[in-house]
């Protein structure tokens, strides 16, 4: 069975300043995607970036990157120059093959920037 | 562009009442559709899926139901509500190519009184 992983509760980042938040996953399944999504206050969820378990480099998206690590069934979100709006829940999700794209959720990190 | 629209924003229902949510997609067509559920401080459990008018799969047993009465309309339903079913529910959906990324609805605040 597919399993999403976020082992950090809460983080704080200073402005500008750049963060990784965690996520490892685990599927038997060779064919998947890795999605980070967030939530602001308001409670809509933002799709920030999409990884493929084929994909040979590490996807990017202005200030988000995803550092991906097959072996280690890791995909973390990076976020460079944090901002006091990048202030929200993050949550790390995962498809697959045969899924019709249902996604399954970590449990998510609530990241604070601080000025 | 495609948009979703999920209404209404917030629900305040009485123990035993009905209950419909209501999610329409603008600008696909054919889109796989799914209803979600977040607790308070929890990452979101798929309800429902469907890839067609008509076809509906449960993820779990719940006390709600869901439809698609038309290809782009997505209903979540239930004829009696349970304080357990309090929470905050999306909508969302997706193109049918496989591992592409899905899309939200603005919500719904679920609270059973």
């Known amino acids: 069975a597919q399993k999403i992983t976020q082992t950090q509760p809460g983080m704080f980042v200073q402005e500008k300043e750049a963060v990784t938040l965690d996520c490892t996953y685990d599927?038997?399944?060779?064919?998947?995607?890795l999605f980070w999504y967030k939530q602001p206050s308001s409670g809509e969820m933002i799709f920030l970036i999409y990884?493929?378990?084929?994909?040979?480099q590490n996807a990017t998206e202005g200030r988000y990157s995803l550092n991906f690590q097959k072996a280690r069934k890791s995909a973390n979100l990076v976020i460079s120059a944090s901002q006091l709006g990048d202030s929200a829940m993050y949550f790390c999700a995962m498809s697959f093959s045969g899924g019709y794209n249902k996604l399954i959720f970590g449990a998510g990190t609530r990241l604070a920037v601080h000025p | 562009s495609q948009t979703i629209h999920q209404w209404p924003a917030t629900l305040v229902q009485p123990v035993g009442s009905p209950l419909s949510l209501e999610c329409t997609v603008e600008?696909?067509?054919?889109?796989?559709l799914y209803w979600y559920r977040q607790a308070a401080g929890r990452g979101l459990q798929l309800l429902f899926y469907?890839?067609?008018?008509?076809?509906i799969s449960s993820e779990v047993p719940q006390n709600l139901s869901a439809s698609r009465p038309q290809d782009r309309q997505f209903i979540l339903s239930s004829k009696k509500l349970l304080l357990s079913d309090s929470g905050f529910y999306l909508c969302?959906?997706?193109?049918?190519?496989?591992?592409?990324?899905?899309?939200f609805g603005q919500g719904t605040r679920l609270t059973v009184v």
């Open positions: 600008g696909t067509s054919n889109p796989n």
């Open positions: 990884q493929g378990s084929y994909d040979q």
């Open positions: 469907s890839v067609g008018i008509g076809q």
């Open positions: 599927t038997s399944d060779p064919s998947y995607g």
């Open positions: 969302a959906w997706s193109g049918v190519t496989m591992n592409t990324e899905a899309f």
